[in-house]
Each structure stands twice: as C-alpha cells, then as structure tokens.
C-alpha cells in the first residue's frame, strides 16, 4: 500500500490506488464511511459553470461502461467496503438518477439496511440549458447500515438542535459548492463542507474513524478534521492527493480554521460550536487505536 500523505497529528490519511485492492491490503474498521462513487454522467452533454458552457465529462472514470458492468463495479466496492465497516456502523453514499439506483440495489444484495434516502436540494444550481426539462437541482446521499440486527449510531438531538428544534428531515437546503472551498484548487465533483459536517456530525462521535474509498479533493477528510474525527480517504488521481493535502495543510492555519467553521455552523439553527464545544485554534493530536501501516 501506498501512504501518500499522513497530518502531523495523524487524523487525515491519504492512501494512493484503487479503493478495492487498497481495502484488501490491511485490517482495520471505520465507525462511518462516505462515498462518493462515479455516477456514470460523463455522456459528452453540456453544463454551465461560472456562467461558462462547459462539458458535463469528468473523465474516463465518469463512463458508464454498461448496465452489467456499472452494476458489478458497485457490488465490488460495496462488499470491499462492508468488511472495513464496524458492525455498528453506518454507509453514505451519494448519486443522482445515473447511479443511485443501482447503489441501492447493491446494498440490499449485500445485506445492508438502508435508513434514508436524503434528497439533497441545492440552493444555487446551474441552468438547465436546453429548456426542453426541470432543471436538475438536487442529489441523493443514500444511508444504510451495516447490520440489519445491530443499532446504530444517530445524533438525532443534535440534528434537531441545529434544525430549530424540529425533526430534521431527509430534504436538507444546502449550497453547492462555493468559491471559498476552492481556495486550494478544483475537484470536478467536489461536495461542499456544510453537506459532509452534517453527515458527520448526524452519525459519529468525536474522535470516531471515517473512511471515504473515492476520496477525490478530500471534503470528507477536511470536515473530519474541522470536526475532531479521523480521516483514511482513497484516491487513484496523483493531482487529487496532492489538491487534498493542501486542503489539509491549508487548515494548520488557525485563522482559516475558524473561518471555515464558522462557515459551516452558518447552516445551523443554533451555534454548532456551542453543542460540540469545537476546538476552533488548531487540530487536535489523537491517541488509541490508529490504523494499522
């Protein structure tokens, strides 16, 4: 296996290959995994970035390689996955139409218990540019978990802090990407940090392990991180481990750090920091269990 990148506290790893064979190298198992696989879009159409037409292809990853193959390729990493997963512990997967489907189908033939389907509305989409159908302006974060028999974990009075006092719901308003999450550079399907806190923060408790098997520009890693957890992403892409660790290193900067959690705590009825009592100076330093290389 190839480390590419360790922090200096050692909460955010970075490891170098394809999820499935890295997976295969080591024994360890996280308390949460988020991935966010290919979903298959990269069809040669067109997208507006930056008030810009741009192509929607990502690259060669991004290709649907047909019905069997897409399907077999989510079964692999799933099942690669579910062996890194504690028997309490709970799977996000995000996906549109391209995808999500067949991640779902995947999971139940793997024996997961799926929870929610999380409709993710985006505040601030690109124009539909055709005009001949609704512009598309939300994704889907699938959450399952492991066993059908153990319980989970669920901050649920936390989820309904933040909410205003209400139940949250699986419809969550939140931005897209946003210029001040690209400081470092541009991931094509970068997700952005308030979306990841949440996930993180509805599902672990501090200092718990996360996994992302697609790890790309490391918004999971970097939430993590903000959030005192600990972070082992995966990454096939030389440029997204090298856009990750700056990320990473970007945030030793402790006026950065703040600004970023306050950014996040920016979508929350109530003050996050007063809930979590985060540590807004600098990163923590861990002790216990550490990964095994």
């Known amino acids: 296996m190839s480390v590419f990148y360790r922090s200096n506290n050692r909460d955010f790893t970075l490891a170098k290959g394809n999820c499935v064979e890295v997976l295969s190298q080591f024994e360890f198992q996280f308390d949460m995994i988020f991935a ?15 008030g810009k037409q741009v192509s929607v292809n990502k690259g060669n990853w991004d290709r649907s390689n047909g019905f069997e193959q897409d399907n077999n390729f989510n079964y692999e990493w ?6 890194k997963l504690k028997d309490n512990g709970t ?19 793997l024996n997961f218990r799926i929870l929610n389907c999380v409709t993710w509305a985006k505040t601030n989409p690109p124009p539909n540019l055709s005009c001949k159908f609704f512009t598309h302006s939300t994704e889907f974060i699938l959450w399952a978990r492991k066993s059908q028999k153990v319980s989970h974990y669920f901050n649920y009075d936390l989820m309904k802090e ?3 006092g209400s139940q949250m719901r699986d419809l969550w308003v939140l931005p897209a990407i946003a210029k001040w999450e690209k400081t470092c550079g541009k991931h094509p399907t970068q997700k952005t940090l308030p979306l990841l806190s949440r996930i993180i923060m509805a599902s672990t408790k501090e200092h718990a392990w996360i996994l992302d098997p697609f790890a790309g520009s490391s918004t999971t890693g970097i ?37 970023y959690l306050n950014k996040i705590c920016k979508y929350s009825d109530k003050p996050i920091s007063n809930i979590l009592e ?4 600098s990163p ?5 269990k550490d990964l095994p290389f």
């Open 36 to 50: 966010d696989p290919p979903y298959f879009l990269s069809n040669n159409g067109i997208s507006v970035q930056n």
């Open 223 to 259: 939430a993590a991180s903000l959030l005192n957890r600990r972070f082992l992403g995966i990454e096939q892409e030389i440029n997204f481990l090298k856009l990750s660790k700056q990320r990473r290193e970007e945030i030793e900067n402790n006026k950065i750090r703040n600004d």
């Open 162 to 164: 933040i909410n205003g």
């Open 91 to 109: 799977i996000w997967i995000s996906g549109t139409y391209h995808n999500i489907f067949s991640v779902a189908q995947m999971l139940k033939e």
């Open 284 to 288: 923590k330093s861990y002790y216990g």
């Open 278 to 281: 985060l540590n807004f100076n």
């Open 78 to 83: 799933i099942k690669a996955c579910r062996s």
